[in-house]
């Protein structure tokens, strides 16, 4: 097979972080305010910015109380779970945990694990499924990933989740926000990141609470001790300062300065609606090589819970399901490892828990002509990685 002439402009496929917004420089973040205080007056402003362009570009509503946290969103889900969910016995409801990916399952793992709680049921599906989620019990808190960036696999909407629960839903949409309209009305804990979909650098986490979650932090005493990072009140009410640009503890003012430029970035293309558009065409693209091409299928089995951002395909070949199960991620990083040297695609492979296969990135910083200039690389990276494992095998 001939090996294609034009690479992608920019390689970055990575499902986090991600690739930075079109046009990005060093010289973007210019404005930060360093060296200085984030208490200041001039800092905290620059930080409650980024929280109300987040609250304005997603549609957030006004009494819904945006933040930033730390740890990314993984300590925005884990503040949540760790100051919210309880037994019955004690205050609490107990826990419905929806599990089918690394993260979703980690939720779980935590809930049981560390947080040790008894009244919790689990509904989990392999990579590629996604469990029955008609079992949520509009009674009990609900835990769940709206989008699994580990399996490509997403809800499709939010019509399972009751208008009329007593629980909470806490949903990890990390890879998700900014990439689909999200159902805030069905949402009481949300949390995300910048480094997925924003393309913004890590360590900060975006936390939003509903009315009912704040309701919930305020009448309900955790069963255990909390660290100081996922403590939200004080003195029995909702530590307010953190929703009004006073974070918990010091954030990196050039990372402020880096969401607010995708902010702005986004303001300049047309807002959520453009950052959903480039992101389903992305996907698009994906999805008609995959339709035209006989050795590569989606992990997720069903259209309409397929990720629209971060994309995982298996190969489907009977060859290669013939390999064993050790010898399938070496083919995989044997194939992708040159894409890596030419600089076409970076990161591509898979998460190290899932089945081995590729894993691409679409989110809005993408641009479609990078995927499209992506793909018949990977059709040459398959076939020359394949051939060559046959006759080493010969």
Same mark, same amino acid.
């Given at each position: ?34 060296? @200085? ?8 402003? @620059? #930080?409650?910015?980024?929280? =109300?362009?987040? @609250? ?11 933040? #930033? ?18 037994d019955p016995a004690d ?19 935590? #809930? ?8 919790? @049921? !689990? ?28 399996s490509g696999v997403r ?61 919930? +932090? ?10 100081? #990072? ?101 083919f995989v990083k044997s ?20 089945? !081995? ?9 993408? =641009? ?6 992506? +793909? ?8 020359? !990685? ?7 095998? !010969?």
């Amino acid at each position: 097979m001939k090996q294609p002439t034009q690479k992608p402009n920019n390689p970055n496929f990575s499902s986090g972080p991600c690739a930075k917004r079109p046009g990005w420089n060093l010289e973007a973040l210019s404005g930060a305010w360093l060296g @200085r205080s984030h208490r200041a007056s001039g800092p905290k402003a @620059r #930080i409650q910015e980024v929280i =109300e362009k987040q @609250r304005d570009a997603l549609g957030i509503p006004a009494d819904y109380r945006v933040g #930033i946290v730390p740890a990314s969103d993984t300590g925005a889900v884990e503040m949540a779970l760790w100051s919210m969910l309880g037994d019955p016995a004690d205050g609490g409801r107990g826990v419905d945990v929806f599990a089918w990916e690394s993260f979703s399952g980690q939720w779980l793992k935590d #809930i049981t694990g560390q947080l040790k709680m008894q009244d919790v @049921r !689990a509904f989990e599906a392999d990579y590629g499924e996604l469990p029955d989620l008609s079992q949520a019990d509009p009674a009990r808190d609900i835990v769940f990933a709206w989008n699994g960036t580990t399996s490509g696999v997403r809800v499709p909407n939010g019509d399972w989740i009751s208008d009329a629960r007593e629980g909470l839903t806490i949903c990890d949409a990390t890879s998700a926000v900014f990439a689909y309209d999200m159902p805030w009305d069905k949402l009481d804990v949300t949390t995300w990141s910048w480094q997925k979909v924003l393309g913004g650098e890590a360590a900060h986490g975006m936390i939003v609470l509903s009315p009912r979650a704040v309701e919930r +932090l305020e009448s309900f005493k955790a069963p255990r001790p909390l660290p100081k #990072i996922f403590t939200l009140t004080k003195k029995g009410k909702l530590n307010e300062s953190i929703f009004q640009g006073a974070t918990i503890n010091t954030p990196s003012m050039l990372v402020i300065e880096d969401c607010l430029d995708a902010l702005n970035w986004v303001e300049s293309i047309g807002g959520l609606s453009e950052t959903m558009a480039r992101s389903q065409r992305n996907f698009d693209a994906i999805a008609t090589w995959v339709s035209q091409t006989p050795w590569v299928d989606f992990l997720a089995s069903d259209p309409q819970t397929r990720s629209i951002t971060s994309v995982c395909l298996k190969i489907s070949d009977d060859w290669f399901q013939s390999l064993s199960a050790d010898a399938q991620m070496p083919f995989v990083k044997s194939m992708i490892k040159p894409l890596d040297s030419d600089g076409v695609a970076y990161d591509i492979a898979s998460y190290r828990d899932a089945p !081995a296969g590729l894993r691409i990135w679409c989110g809005a910083t993408v =641009e479609a002509s990078d995927v499209a200039a992506l +793909l018949p690389w990977l059709n040459y990276a398959y076939e020359t !990685a394949k051939v060559a494992q046959q006759q080493k095998a !010969a």
